[in-house]
Each structure stands twice: as C-alpha cells, then as structure tokens.
C-alpha cells in the first residue's frame, strides 16, 4: 500500500490481537504489513492497570513487536480529560499502577481528602474501606469519574469484576452517575483519532464488541469491522439497531501480504465525512 495513502486505525486488543495469552492467529502479521506500509494505528484498551509501555511489552512478548506510542489507554484519556478539565487538580484514586501513572503525568497529585475528584479504574487491590472512603468523597462534593464502565473483565482464570461493576458500588451509595471516560465515549474515541492525526472519514475502527467499539465508532463517524474472533457471533447483530461496515473471521482478513488490506478498505477522502458503505464497495471491486 502507497505510504500515503489517508488511513489509519483505531484497534481493540483482547478478542482482536489475543485471547487470554494465546495470539490470535494472522494477528501479528496483520501489525507488521501495518507497520511496513507505515499506516498509522494505535491500540485502544478499556484496561487502565498498566501503563502504555507495560501493554506494548506485553504484545512485544506475544510477537507483535509495537511501542509505547502505538497504545492508547483509557487510564491516558481520563486524565488527559481531567487536567483540560481542571488543570493541576487533585485525585482520590481507585486503581493501579497505570491509572496513577497517567494522572501524575497530566499534573494531578493523588491525594485521600479533599479531592476534586473520585477516579474509578480496574484494580485487584480493592477494599471494603476504599469504596467506604470514596462514597464519603463523592458525598461531600468530589465529582466520580469511571475509567469504563465495562462490567467484567475476562483473565486466564476466569471473569472478575471490572471498572463498571466497581464504580456501581459507589453510584448506588450516593445516588450520583459516574462520567465515564473510556471506550464508547466520544471523549476516548475523538482523543484517539487526534492522537491518531486522522480526519473523521480516514479512521477505522477495528474490534470484537458491539457495545464499546463498533457503538463507539458508529458515534464518531468512523468506518467500523467487526471481527468475530471474540466475543460476537454473526447472530448476534440482528439484535443491534447499528451495524459494522463490515464483518470479518479476524484481522487476519487484514493482511496486505494476502491482498484484503489493500484491496478491501478503499482510500478515504479527508474532506469528505459522509459514511462509506464498504460490504457495498467490496462487492463492487470484488
């Protein structure tokens, strides 16, 4: 593909790139013909435990060998979101290390009284008298901020409870909606694509989940590929008023190497906004 051809992608991890430990087959090749044609991309997780450098370690050890710059975490887009918000501001924090680590680096300090806000991330450090102290926070006046509202997150041993099933703890206590920062919200997706440095009609968002990526691609206008390589099966999409431009095995469908990269995804026009059916152009260039 022509390195300057107007594309880019926005790309779920887990059901997308892996399952648990284990590398989605053609995932990795996928990456590398990405990095080869120099189309930019970046990783989008709803995990706010490590900090982007863990996460591209962790892909690099699966052999998809990405840096730092290629992740976007939701832990990034909440406290970018916060110090636009409310530059230099204060924190109590409900989360690990890369929750923390982004915070400290947009300028905000961690503190247990008197916070601007209540943050919400995942964590397997939780206590009962975390979510004690936070509910108090949040009564006195601290506005409660979720990383995602994911319910559950799946581990190599099972389910356990994610940001979402969390911060409902602290909403049913105080009767206060948590702002939720990641994965659909626009405010993740629309710094992603900044972040990115592609126009509307140039981003495409790849993933395995109705709820979070296609929703949030929809949303924002983006052109949207479900891969059935997670947790959707093709029946499930008659229960959804919105719909993927196009459904895929996997990314593996992807690979310029086969042709589908090159041949699939037409180029996009940076002026121009208006959402391409791509199961439509792909029958016409089939």
């Known amino acids: 593909m022509a390195i300057g051809t107007k594309k880019g992608f926005l790309i779920d991890m887990d059901g997308v790139i892996y399952r648990g430990s284990e590398l989605i087959p053609g ?30 370690m962790k892909l690099t050890r699966m052999g998809v060998p990405v840096e730092p710059r290629h992740i976007f975490t939701c832990a990034m ?30 300028g905000y300090a961690i503190v247990d009284k008197s916070p601007d806000y209540v943050v919400v991330g995942e964590g397997r450090t939780l206590s009962f008298e975390m979510v004690e102290q936070a509910v108090q926070l949040v009564v ?6 979720a990383t ?20 409902k703890l602290i909403e049913e206590a105080t009767g206060i909606r948590a702002f939720s920062v990641g994965k659909p919200s626009p405010v993740m997706m629309r710094q992603a694509r900044k972040e990115l440095g592609m126009a509307t009609s140039e981003t495409i968002m790849v993933g395995d989940t109705m709820e979070t990526d296609i929703v949030g691609g929809v949303q924002m206008g ?3 590929i479900l891969v059935l390589s997670g947790g959707t099966s093709p029946e499930d999409l008659k229960n959804y008023a919105y719909q993927p431009d196009l459904v895929l095995d996997s990314v593996a469908d992807l690979d ?4 589908m990269l ?11 906004d208006t959402p391409h059916d ?8 089939a």
């Open 27 to 56: 995932a990795d090749r996928f990456i590398e013909s990405l990095l080869r044609g120099r189309i930019p991309f970046l990783f989008l997780t709803n995990n706010s435990q490590r900090t982007r450098r863990d996460v591209a």
């Open 77 to 106: 887009a909440t406290a970018r979101f916060l110090a636009s918000q409310k530059p230099h501001g204060t924190a109590f924090v409900i989360g690990e290390g890369g929750l923390l680590n982004a915070l400290h680096e947009n």
């Open 140 to 145: 006195d006046g601290a506005k409660l901020i």
């Open 148 to 167: 995602n509202l994911d319910p559950n997150c799946p581990t190599p041993t099972g389910t356990r409870p994610g940001c979402g099933a969390i911060v």
């Open 222 to 224: 983006y052109r949207t």
């Open 256 to 259: 310029e190497d086969g042709g």
């Open 262 to 272: 090159h041949e699939i995804l037409p180029t996009m026009n940076r002026a121009d």
């Open 278 to 285: 791509l199961r439509e152009w792909v029958k016409a260039h």
